[in-house]
């Protein structure tokens, strides 16, 4: 699966983000801590934890940025695309078109 063709299941069906248990996951397959650049690492640590109360549309967007991140190395991608594909689809955060940028309320 090319990168495009990931980004467009990931963002099929009104998916937005997969929920916290699995979005976590994506930090052992990305190696946030060992490889990337510190500089790099805000913009590509899953939104869980009090990062779930941002907008819908920031939680899309850091899972694209994840993808892109993941598509230069062919080994990350696949690692990736096996996970995303292997989650329930119970197990997506799902919103409507356009995505909001609000954020969600902790109350």
């Not at 997969?18 to 996951?25: C, I, Q, V």
């Not at 190395?73 to 119970?90: G, Q, R, S, W």
Request: charged fraction near 35%.
């Amino acid at each position: 699966m090319t990168k495009e063709e990931l980004i467009k299941y990931v963002t099929s069906n009104r998916r937005i983000c997969p929920l916290p248990m699995n979005w976590k996951k994506f930090l052992d397959i990305l190696e946030i801590k060992e490889k990337i650049p510190p500089h790099l690492i805000p913009g590509l640590i899953p939104l869980i934890l009090n990062g779930w109360f941002s907008s819908d549309l920031e939680k899309r967007k850091r899972i694209l940025a994840q993808i892109d991140y993941a598509s230069k190395d062919d080994e990350v991608l696949k690692k990736l695309e096996e996970l995303i594909l292997n989650i329930d689809d119970k197990d997506w955060l799902y919103g409507d078109d356009p995505l909001s940028d609000e954020e969600h309320s902790m109350i």
